[in-house]
């Protein structure tokens, strides 16, 4: 008898416990928010995290071509739309009150999600942390403890499509990422386009509706003109990669007025040669 009422006492014990460390995690809501990279590219470009992370979470935050392109792995999933630059100083194409309420509205779904014990994921392409359009989530949500699922860059596709060691050249080996905001007349920032010409090293642009022929008369005042220059178009797409390669004294010739697409990245450096 002493030896059943033991157990019984054991028993009622562990189901005590259970039931506090039930109640603390939905305390602290046991949820959890990711920022996740999708690759670019070709979708095979995706790393396994990031699909698992997807396969795990409840509601879903994307933009309108991620949705479209991903909806097989989306299907079932709560999703919102994911806006562009919200909670930044950047990127509103919407009026401000629209961008507004599109942030009263992901901060009610995520902080509700999450409390509830519920896993939210913001799905964007590429390397979400390099000129990404959703980090002012992690800055909004801090307190909720984000973590970032890294994706492959259209960077990192671009190096591959050059069959180049991107740090080999010979004047430099330091490499400089730049969307040529200093390149803008009137910029004010201390990289400049012409201040970070000076040193010759490899720069690669995320272009962003830069003006070519200006970038290229500004380039021109530090680099050679026979500095090889590439631009890499639709990085990471087996199909559609393309690879233009000329000098800064010639590429505007070869390009003959042609528009580039929108996904293209470019390269300056005698890395190249």
């Known amino acids: 008898m002493l030896q059943t009422r033991s157990l019984s006492m054991i028993i009622a014990a562990v189901f005590v416990s259970l039931f506090f460390l039930l109640a603390s995690a939905h305390a602290d809501g046991g949820g959890k928010l990711y920022l996740v990279g999708l690759g670019v590219g070709d979708r095979d470009n995706m790393t396994i995290r990031a699909r698992k992370t997807i396969a795990g979470a409840d509601v879903i935050f994307a933009m309108k071509g991620i949705r479209e392109g991903y909806a097989d792995l989306l299907s079932g999933k709560e999703v919102h739309e994911a806006g562009h630059g919200l909670f930044a100083s950047f990127g509103h194409h919407r009026s401000a009150d629209k961008v507004k309420a599109m942030e ?20 964007d392409g590429g390397d979400p942390m390099v000129y990404g359009p959703h980090t002012g989530y ?14 492959l860059s259209s960077f990192n596709a671009a190096n591959a499509a050059l069959l180049r060691g991107v740090a080999s050249g010979q004047v430099s080996h330091s490499v400089i990422m730049t969307a040529a905001m ?16 000076k040193t010759q090293s490899t720069m690669v642009f995320f272009t962003m509706g830069m003006n070519l022929p200006e970038v290229i008369k500004q380039l021109r005042q530090s680099y050679p003109g026979d500095t090889p220059i590439a631009i890499v178009s639709h990085a990471g797409y087996r199909e559609k990669q393309k690879v233009l390669k000329a000098t800064l004294d010639t590429i505007i010739g070869k390009l003959d007025g042609g528009r580039l697409p929108f996904e293209h990245l470019i390269y300056v450096g005698d890395f190249l040669k």
Do not use: M
Request: charged letters at 30%; zero cysteines.
């Open 104 to 123: 009263r509205e992901a901060r009610t779904v995520i902080r509700s999600a999450v409390a509830a014990g519920k896993t939210v994921a913001i799905l």
């Open 138 to 151: 992690l800055k909004e949500f801090a307190d909720l403890n984000p973590e970032v699922v890294p994706g």
């Open 182 to 197: 200093g390149a803008r007349k009137g910029y004010k920032g201390k990289d400049s386009l012409a201040e970070l010409a």
